[in-house]
């Protein structure tokens, strides 16, 4: 248990379907992000929300669109899929040092979510 | 060519050897993380380190700076200790962190 939970483990879904990604952290980290595994490859960073604010995004295709409405809760909007965009999902948090941001504390992740686009 | 490499990418051990997983990484980093990620996804922090060397437990990690090199050693391994481990790199004043490819870790009893 590493204070970051994510719902739901598991989604498949259609290409025409709408969904969305939940995660929590209980750790009073201010910042907060989002990766996608898909198999055989790095981690890739999607999103990352520190104080609430985006700060990088990497070109991500708009079909996913992240929401942070306050430090403990990010979430993930799904829309019109394609099946590549099957992956695990996986959420984390950390707490950035302030002010001046430099370096990266621990990034605890939660379990994830397997997503699967039929 | 991905910025952070790791060696071996699949490891097979009897139970009781000593392991070794090599990072190589060469961007500037700020700091080394060691990720554990166990069968269903779940991942562990294991390390994060920005110089010399961390011990917990049976994990040893260790660093050099001038080399862009990093050691993950596992004392005593365990069919427990069966998962990927991760190295990833993270950026002074960034939160990004790079990843490698991960190395498959098997302890056979």
């Known amino acids: 248990e590493t204070g970051v939970t994510q719902t739901p483990r598991h989604l498949v879904m259609g290409m025409t379907n709408k969904k969305s990604l939940k995660c929590e952290q209980h750790l009073g980290h201010n910042a907060m992000y989002w990766y996608k595994q898909s198999a055989k490859k790095p981690l890739e960073l999607m999103f990352v929300?520190?104080?609430?604010?985006?700060?990088e995004n990497n070109s991500v295709p708009s079909r996913f669109s992240p929401e942070c409405p306050n430090s403990s809760h990010l979430f993930l909007h799904l829309h019109t899929l394609q099946p590549e965009d099957s992956a695990l999902y996986l959420c984390?948090?950390?707490?950035?040092?302030?002010?001046?941001?430099?370096?990266?504390?621990?990034?605890?992740f939660g379990p994830g979510t397997r997503l699967t686009v039929l | 060519k991905n910025e952070v490499e790791q060696s071996p990418q699949n490891l097979t051990a009897q139970e009781g050897e000593f392991i070794t997983i090599n990072c190589s990484y060469s961007v500037g980093i700020s700091a080394l993380h060691w990720l554990q990620q166990h069968p269903g996804g779940g991942i562990v922090s294991l390390f994060m380190l920005s110089s010399g060397k961390k011990k917990h437990g049976r994990l040893i990690a260790t660093i050099n700076i001038q080399e862009k090199h990093s050691s993950l050693h596992i004392t005593a391994s365990h069919p427990r200790d069966s998962a990927v481990y991760i190295c990833?790199?993270?950026?002074?004043?960034?939160?990004?962190?790079?990843f490698g490819t991960g190395t498959r870790l098997t302890i056979i009893p």
């Open positions: 984390a948090s950390s707490q950035v040092v302030l002010p001046s941001g430099d370096g990266t504390d621990t990034q605890y």
């Open positions: 990833a790199a993270s950026n002074f004043g960034n939160e990004k962190l790079t």
């Open positions: 929300y520190s104080l609430e604010e985006r700060v």
